[in-house]
Every structure is written in C-alpha cells, then in structure tokens.
C-alpha cells in the first residue's frame, strides 16, 4: 500500500543527534523525540544516519538508444539503492540529448519511473562531434530547464568552441562540466601512461593530456567569467592546476569519482576488463593526491560516472572492452571505507560532497537541503556498522560490470525517500508499479495545492 505519512525514529543525524522525523505529501513536518503520527508507516532507525539523499552530478542513464545496457527506469532504480534522490543524466545517448525533444524526453522518463529526480545533461555540441554548438539556449528554455552542459566521453577539444559555448552558457547562468582528455595526446590509449603500461604492452594515456585541458579551460572561464566543472578528476597534477585556479578566484568546481579514490593501475595487470575505464586508473600516488584534495575542499563532490554496458561490451579482451563501470549503488560504501574510515572526512562532509554541493552545482531544485521542518522529504538511511562482501545482489540496474564484485566494503543503505516515499526498505527497492503509483499520487497533490493557490489569489 502507498503512504503519504512516515515516521522515521530514533535517526541520528551527521552532527551526531538523534531524532524522529515525520514525512506527509512530500514535506519533513516534524522533528523531535518521542513523535507520534496518526496512519504512518514506521520506520526503526534505531543505530542508522540520517543523510541528505544523495546526489549524482554525473550519470549514464543509456536511454534513449542504449536500453541494452541501462534504462532511465533500471538506472533510477539502481539509484535509490544507493540512498541517491537525484541524478543528472549524462548525454552521450542515441539520439544525442543535443535538442530540447530528447532532454524533454528523459526528464519524462525519470519521472514516470518515480525513484529519483532525473535531470538531463545536455549536449555541449551537435551529436557529441566537437564541431558545432548543439540547441543550448532551446535546452535550456525546454520543460527540462536545462542547466548543466557536456559533451561527457569526448572532450570539447576546440578552444574556440569551448570559450562560444562558456559564453553562451554563462548568460542563463549554466554550468559547463568538462571531460578533459586531449584527443591527440590519448591516440590508442588503453590505461595509465607509465612503467606499467610499456611492461604490459598497453598504449598509455598520460597526466598531462588531463591537465592540459584543465589549464586551459580554467584560463578560458576566468577570461570569459563563466562557470567550469570538471569531471572525474584523475590525477594529482590536475588537482595542482584546479587548486591554483580556486586560488585566483576562478569560478571552477571539480569532481573525483568513487573509484579513483580507492582503486589503482595495478588492477590492469590481470587484464579484467572491469577495471578499464576513462579516464583510466592512476598510480597509487594520484590516489592518495585526490582523497587529501576531496578533504580539503579542492576537489568539491564526489560523482559516480556510474557508466553501464552489456556483457558482451565488457566479458572480452582488454583491447575491445568498452571503457566505465557501474557505481550508483557502491559510492557511499566507498566514501565511507576511503574518507571516513581513514579520518579525512566526518559524515557532515560525506553530506557536502554526495548531496548538498552536488545539488547546488547542478541547480538541483528540493535535495541537498538541510533537515528542517518545511524542507521538501529527500532523505536517506544508512547503516554504518555492517559490512558486505559486494556482489551482482547489490546491484539493482541492468548491468553488471561493476568494479567492486567479491570485495568487502563497509554499509549499506536501508531505506530512502523521495518526495516524501519509500524507495527501498529494509535494503531493498521498492516494486517499481508500487513507486511509480507514489509519483502519480504527488503529481496529483502539487497540481491540487497549485490550484488552490491560484484560486486562493
């Protein structure tokens, strides 16, 4: 049965209090101890942290054109098993999100789907090519409202293309997030430039193709006074170059995925074609460069680049292999067992880099907001005291090809709400016809609470 009414009890909070906290029509109503609601579904929270619900700036939803791999339904499902209550959706589909039909399309699929806020990424340029700007300014004014641009998977190479489209970008006050890669210096590349690479006869794709784009586009932004963000920061020179243009007052923000926090080059050895990924692995050093960086700041959020493909995409030889792998269900187990763990971060962090500043670099209207009575119902239950050793039963998507298969992580999320209804309970998502009738029943009381206003004015 679908309820409008929850009541979470005993949660303790990332500054370390504990509270009950009751849900209706999609609104935290009440905080305090010893709550009680008429008709609500109770929630034991007895030992879980109360967090934000989650964030992902950076999602690769497949849909349209990639369903083998991912659907906005499986992916959004995939998310809320990971406590997330918003994604923004990457547009390297087929067709290309390059026109206001095709990010109309996917927002209208998240939310017929129901389990997350979907907010589409559009294109920088038409059909990903690098040549030409794609229709920013329809995307932007679409149903979608448009906010964040990338042409994510290939780089925008051009420098004259690149400062037109941070202009352009800057008069609506949109973000740019920038996949840095210089195609000509990653020709054939297939893993980290190093001692490595030349031993295993891989072609190598070095540092400096990363940072070279960074310092450039950090140049270009400060020049034109626009917004950069740069995706899934691989190295320590780029954190260097980002750290020098936070310096100056250059309006750049950054992102690490959960992966290059904790895994290394030397997974490539075997061969496994779920550690091949791009940007690629780094040398533990770079690892060690982009925890100490997310710590202090320099490095603003944590983004999956949750990235799903088939089978036959990944279970071949290294060479063939597709690049990325899935992440939306084992980030917060990550943070937690490489920022938390090791003390670099507390859980009020963990909250600023998955869902507060996420929220806020990609405009995310209703999450990453504090917990506080008004606030709209974005809320994520974790359990830190237990650990698992991750497999395919953890993933709630269409894929497999996830890093993390077989390895011990620490946590699991065991319930989250969005607008105000469960998602998972008890570590398991919800029936997808269950949620989606809980999205039907919220759309129906907005459309009813906005006609009162009017009628009321």
């Known amino acids: 049965m679908v309820t409008t009414t929850h009541l979470i009890r005993g949660a303790e909070t990332v ?3 504990r509270t009950d906290v009751v849900l209706r029509d999609g609104v935290v109503v009440e905080l305090g101890r010893g709550l009680s609601a008429a008709g609500a579904t109770v929630t034991d929270a007895d030992g879980l942290l109360l967090l934000p619900g989650l964030v992902d700036l950076h999602t690769h939803l497949r849909e349209p054109g990639g369903e083998g791999s991912e659907t906005v339904l499986t992916g959004s499902r995939a998310a809320a098993a990971g406590g997330y209550t918003a994604v923004n959706a990457m547009a ?7 026109t206001a039909g095709v990010v109309e399309q996917v927002q209208a699929l998240g939310e017929r789907a129901g389990f997350v806020t979907v907010r589409p990424v559009g294109a920088v340029s038409q059909g990903l090519a690098g040549t030409h700007l794609s229709e920013i300014g329809a995307m932007a004014r679409s149903r979608a409202a448009v906010r964040v641009f ?4 290939s780089c925008v190479a051009d420098p004259l293309l690149m400062r037109r489209a941070l202009e352009y970008i800057k008069g609506f006050g949109g973000v740019l997030a920038q996949h840095a890669q210089e195609p000509r ?3 054939g590349a297939q893993m980290n430039e190093g001692a490595l690479s030349a031993e295993l006869g891989l072609g190598g794709w070095p540092a400096v193709a990363e940072e070279a784009i960074i310092a450039r586009d950090v140049l270009l932004a400060d020049h034109v006074g626009a917004r950069l963000h740069v995706c899934h920061v691989s190295t320590a020179g780029s954190v260097e170059v980002i750290r020098w243009a936070k ?4 309006e750049v923000t950054a992102e690490v995925t959960p992966h290059h926090l904790l895994l290394t080059e030397d997974l490539v050895s075997g061969y496994d074609s779920r550690y091949k ?4 692995l780094r040398r533990a050093e770079d690892v060690e460069a982009l925890r100490a960086a997310l710590a202090d700041g320099t490095i603003d959020i944590v983004a999956t680049d949750h990235a799903p493909h088939t089978s036959e995409a990944k279970c071949c030889e290294w060479d063939a292999a597709a690049n990325g792998m899935v992440g939306l269900e084992s980030a917060l187990s990550v943070v937690h067992h490489t920022m938390v763990e090791t003390g670099a971060i507390g859980w009020a962090d963990v909250a600023r880099v998955m869902s507060v500043a996420p929220a806020a670099i990609g405009q995310v209207a209703g999450h990453g907001r504090p917990l506080a009575v008004g606030e709209p119902a974005e809320l994520t239950l974790y359990d830190r005291e237990v650990t698992r050793t991750f497999s395919t039963e953890h993933l709630a998507g269409k894929s497999r090809n996830s890093p993390y298969l077989g390895r011990v992580l620490p946590g699991q999320v065991r319930a989250t709400f ?5 998602t998972v309970v008890d570590g398991d998502v919800v029936d997808s016809d269950v949620v989606a009738h ?13 006609a009162e206003g009017a009628t009321a004015r």
């Open 150 to 153: 990338s042409d994510d998977g």
């Open 277 to 280: 990924v791009n940007p690629p």
């Open 15 to 17: 500054d370390g209090a």
């Open 247 to 250: 310096s100056r007052g250059i």
């Open 438 to 450: 809980a999205a039907r029943l919220v759309d129906t009381a907005a459309a009813l609470a906005g």
């Open 92 to 98: 390297n589909s087929s067709p290309v999100a390059d």
């Open 185 to 187: 210096l990653t020709e």
């Open 418 to 422: 969005h607008q105000g209804y469960a």
